[in-house]
């Protein structure tokens, strides 16, 4: 139901855009985004998951992600041009290759046990969003030298090639907050209502180009996991404090690099028995 329901905002953005009405449309991609977020976590914990459910999220997906920000793009700032539909049909494209990559992966077995906590590329929903970043910039300062032709054009295929690429990003799960900080995030929280109320278009340009930020942070991540077969099993929280403390003893550190293990800690695997991410 909650997939259905991602699945006919995504449509209604469409139907936004072509009524001129901008905010609305980005509006339904946003909150068809967080829909997405949703179902999964919904049907495991009501035990309801199914093989038509996967299905569907999906073909879901590729209409509200690829084909519906296609659509109001083309339709508003790339419109009276074929190039700009071709632009369109790139980056729908690649919003369905991306999903078709991302089942594949579901089945591979070969995988090591870290890479659940990195997506392969920018996920459906984040890439949408980036792609309507310069329809936020529309509507939050009016027309610009980010509404031209080739801007636009340039920043969708700049998303789809995230989109379609082997970057690693942070996936929510390996996201964790220490307890000290929950106050502060809470604070966050209420401040990231509040834009929402009042300066909507502003908190989604902040929140795109924080994720934008986040991704060689997520790859310097990604590769000090991979290069430690013995801390593949940990969790993020653990890994970040692993990381810590070789930060803070430079011999610890060297010794790592040398291929060298500290008294009493597991042998690591030799890079050839390294599975392939």
Known sequence: MVTILALCGGLSAVKFALDNQLGLAVAMIAATAILDTLDGRLARL?????RMGAELDSLADAISFGV?????????????????????????????????????????????????????????????????????????????????????????????????????????????????????????????????????FT??????????????FAVRSQRWVAARPETWDYKPSERRAERRATRRQPGRRSAARLGLRRPGAPRSRRPTDIPAA
């Open 68 to 200: 519906a920000p296609a659509l109001v793009l083309y339709t508003t700032l790339l419109h009276g041009s074929s190039g700009g539909w071709i632009i369109a049909l790139v980056y729908a494209v690649s919003i369905v290759l991306r999903l078709a990559r991302f089942n594949a992966l579901l089945d591979d077995d070969t995988r090591p046990s870290y890479a659940r906590d990195y997506f392969v590329g920018v996920p459906a929903p984040a890439g949408a969003l980036t792609a309507l970043l310069p329809i936020a910039l529309v509507q939050q300062w009016g027309d610009g030298w980010w509404s031209s032709f080739y801007a636009v054009a340039g920043w969708m295929l700049f998303a789809a090639a995230l989109i379609v690429s082997t970057v690693p990003t942070l996936a929510m799960k390996s996201v964790s907050v220490p307890p000290q900080a929950a106050a502060g995030l809470l604070v966050l929280v209420a401040l990231a209502a509040a834009a929402l109320v009042t300066y909507p």
């Open 46 to 50: 009501l035990d309801a998951t199914s």
């Open 203 to 216: 908190l989604l340009i902040v929140l795109v180009l924080l994720y934008l930020a986040h991704i060689p």
